[in-house]
């Protein structure tokens, strides 16, 4: 029992002395953020054809603070990444990335579930598909 009493009463007085509003802390979920890591690419398909066999790797790291990136290392030997920042919805089990993109900024949602970021897009003409897994 005091082992859970402990942690609650001084997470209770850390925000009285902080000046915390407890309705605005938001779920233990919302605090803990368990969806922050780094996702390997398990899938990645352009237009149909398996494309992840050209690649070392490809991953997307969502950071605690909002940022995203995704870096990438052809078996070339080449390599780069691109950034942007991230939202999580839990209860309809999506993810908004937002990356700048020239002077506009660019915004698309994906769903999220159980640890897997499903990314569909159309690029050039061409339907993408990838699955990030954590």
């Known amino acids: 029992m005091k082992k859970v009493f402990l942690p609650v009463v001084l997470l209770f ?13 938001g779920s233990l979920e919302d605090l803990s953020l368990p969806y922050t890591g780094v996702y390997e ?28 990136a995704v870096a990438y290392r052809t078996e070339d030997g080449l390599s780069g990444s691109l950034g942007g920042s991230y939202t999580v919805d839990t209860e309809r089990e999506t993810i ?8 506009r900024t660019l915004q698309r949602t ?25």
């Not at 007085?13 to 407890?22: F, K, P, V, Y």
């Not at 908004?96 to 002077?103: L, M, P, Q, V, W």
């Open 13 to 25: 007085l850390l925000c009285l002395l902080c000046g915390c509003d407890a309705e605005k802390l």
């Open 41 to 68: 690419c398990e899938r990645l398909d352009l237009g149909g054809k398996d494309k992840l066999k050209d690649f070392e790797y490809v991953r997307l790291e969502l950071k605690y603070d909002g940022a995203f």
């Open 96 to 103: 908004t990335f937002r990356a700048a993109y020239g002077r």
């Open 110 to 134: 994906f769903p999220m579930k159980k640890g897997v970021v499903l990314v569909e897009e159309n690029f050039l003409g061409t339907p993408l598909f990838a699955e990030f897994k954590m």
